[in-house]
């Protein structure tokens, strides 16, 4: 097994404990709406005539990014169905829309060109639904948080803490460590250190997005993934938010495309959001099960801007902001065990994404909320066993977002070599038979495994990324380079604390790797933290690591090809500042 404990275990240093009640791990829309969920049904409860009063609770929340929004990346059109479940004039209280989907087109893209569907087919129909930043909306959804005062809970939120590790006592699940504070990169204390501190719940929720490192941790000891299909699987999607010129984009314009510049037998696409302030969303997601070893979201995204249908769109504008971020497609066929004895996995941390609309963030927030309803019974009956807590599993299958999940539950892998006749056919079947499709279930490989050696992909054994030709002119205006992208993205990090990305492997693996894959994570990484330094030779040694570029998108976690990197939270605070995307 890994060693998921980071930098934080440290023999001899003192810790304070905490108690809480319920402790959230990760201010996502997930844990948000079930947080607020939480708290109505206390308040509804302790309401209600003759029932028995939840009194005296601490509810907890942590969140690594220093304020709560700044890591919170997605692209974004809502589904808003959990939101009107939640808060049903959450258009009268606020709520942060950019505007609302008026005119959808979808594409496949060629380089110069393309077919566009004539009417969008029905997973990508959107309209009326609001587009919103993510960021913004989940400081609005904590900011209602903060506001509300039930009597008897005591609510805390904690940006700036890192959950660093699994609290465990006899099998269970008891909490969450924090990330230390003030450590140097040799391991020793600084003026400033400050100890994680043991985070103590009846319940834990942990809702990390995609690739929680906590939740791998979870899953690993309690083998989560053991009942699933297929492995968990991921895109990585690069997106910059530009500022246009006024009257080039129409308000509550959304395009969705496939196709160029995606390489046949590759499976990914674009979204074009129209926002509010004369704002345009422009992004790019790519499968990370792609055989290639160079695939490259953000090159990806740079190339699609050149696009005849989409340079007119941005040009006189300006990039103002940039992310990146993986996002966890595998849904149905993919998601692990959600509950535990102490513990439940909601939203991103357990696939609950649907692909074929790019969605996630209705599914992530109606899990929020059935992990609330069972969290209530829970604190009433005072049974956070693993049969107590499953009740959420049971009430989120059987939920409008467990059967949409299920309808879809064979989209990626129709589609994961690209829009072939065959996949057309296959996705055509599965729309009419309710997610049925010949071979269903359709299995899917590991996203690491799946990259193969540059000679068996470009016929070139040996060939380096840079030695080829993208067709790409980083001019700074239109195609921005990584460098000056992850600028944008407002990425900071105490580079005086241990480098966070861990290679477990050792360095000789690298060496093997940039022998024969080329070194995919010099390519994948969206933010350009991984560098090989050849000598005058072409020798390599290892594998250089500017872990303070890192947007905690987590593609290197999952998608080095020799499972050889590990991506654990820095200090809490560190990382993107989003507030735009
Ligand atoms: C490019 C892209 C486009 C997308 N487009 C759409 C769209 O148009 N519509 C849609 O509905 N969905 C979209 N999604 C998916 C959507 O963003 C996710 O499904 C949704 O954000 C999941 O919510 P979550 O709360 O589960 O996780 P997240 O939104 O990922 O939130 C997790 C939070 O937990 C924090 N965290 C993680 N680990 C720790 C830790 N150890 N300690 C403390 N805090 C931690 C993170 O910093 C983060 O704030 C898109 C995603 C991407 C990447």
Redesign the pocket.
């Known amino acids: 097994m890994h060693d998921y404990s980071t930098q934080s275990v440290r023999p001899g240093v003192e810790r304070e404990e905490l108690e809480f009640d319920v402790l959230f ?8 709406a079930g947080l607020w969920r939480l708290l109505d049904l206390i308040e509804a409860n302790n309401a209600r005539p003759g029932a028995r009063k939840l009194e005296g609770l601490t509810i907890g929340l ?4 220093d304020a ?1 929004g700044d ?9 808003p169905a959990a939101l009107v479940e939640l808060c049903p004039d959450y258009q009268e209280r606020g709520f942060p829309s950019e505007g609302e989907v008026k005119r959808e087109e979808v594409w496949l893209f060629t380089e110069r060109g393309g077919f566009q569907a004539p009417v969008p087919p029905p997973f990508l129909r959107n309209h009326g639904h609001p587009i919103v930043s ?1 960021s913004r909306m ?1 400081r609005w959804m904590a900011e209602a948080i903060e506001q509300r005062e039930v009597p008897g809970v005591d609510v805390m939120l904690l940006p700036g ?4 590790r699994v609290l465990w006592e006899d099998g269970r699940v008891v909490g ?1 460590q924090t990330a230390d504070k003030g450590i140097n990169a040799d391991g020793t204390p600084r003026s400033n250190f400050e100890p994680g501190n043991c985070l103590k719940a009846k319940v834990t929720v942990f ?4 690739r ?3 939740a791998r941790e979870l899953e690993e000891v309690l083998q989560l993934q053991a009942g699933a299909v297929n492995p968990q699987l991921y ?1 990585t ?3 910059e938010i530009w500022e246009i010129e006024p009257g080039r984009v129409p308000d509550g314009f959304v395009l969705h495309s496939t196709g160029w510049p995606q390489g046949d037998g590759e499976s990914g696409g674009s ?1 074009v ?1 129209k926002m509010g302030g004369n704002r345009l969303a422009v ?1 790019y ?1 790519v499968s990370l099960d792609t055989r290639d070893p160079f695939a490259d979201a953000h090159l990806a995204l740079q190339k699609f801007k050149t696009h005849p249908r989409i340079k007119p769109m941005l040009e006189g504008g300006k990039m103002v902001q940039y992310g990146a ?4 497609i595998g849904g149905w066929y993919s998601m692990p065990r959600l509950a535990f004895a102490g513990g439940m996995l ?4 357990a696939q ?2 649907n692909a074929a ?8 927030m109606k899990s929020g909320l059935c992990a609330a309803e069972t969290i209530v019974q829970a604190l009433l009956e005072e049974d956070f066993s693993e049969a107590a807590l499953s009740r959420y599993a049971q009430a989120f299958m059987a939920s409008w977002a467990g059967a949409e999940l299920h309808r879809t539950r064979n989209f990626h892998q129709i589609i994961a070599h690209g829009l072939t006749p065959m996949a057309a056919l296959k996705l055509g079947i599965s729309l009419v038979a309710g997610g049925w499709t010949p071979g269903d279930p359709l299995r899917g490989s590991s996203d690491a495994r799946a990259t193969q050696s540059t000679e068996a992909f470009y016929g070139k054994a040996g060939v380096k990324r840079d030695s080829l030709d993208w067709g790409v002119k980083f001019d700074g205006r239109l195609c921005v380079s990584k460098l000056d992208d992850v600028y944008a993205s407002g990425v900071m990090h105490d580079e005086h604390q241990p480098g966070h990305l861990k290679i477990v492997k050792g360095d000789a693996v690298c060496v093997g790797c940039w022998d024969t894959k080329g070194s995919p994570c010099t390519v994948f990484c969206p933010a350009q933290v991984y560098e090989m330094h050849p000598d005058q030779d072409g020798r390599v040694e290892k594998v250089a690591i500017a872990f303070s570029n890192c947007v ?1 998108c987590k593609t290197c976690d999952i998608k080095c090809p020799e499972e050889n990197v590990i991506w654990t ?1 820095p200090e ?1 605070g560190g ?1 993107p500042k989003y507030t735009l995307c």
Do not use: C, Q, T, W
Request: charged share 15%; glycine share 22%.
């Open positions: 791990v990760g201010a996502g829309p997930s844990n948000l942590i969140e690594k990014g709560i890591h919170a990346f997605s692209g974004a059109v809502l589904d993510l989940v803490f890192a959950g660093s969450v809702g990390e997005g995609p929680g490192h906590l895109e999607g690069a997106k979204f959001y992004g997601v971020k993986a996002l966890a909601v939203g991103d941390a609950m994404v609309r790019l969605k996630g963030i209705h599914l992530g905690h939270p809490g990382g």
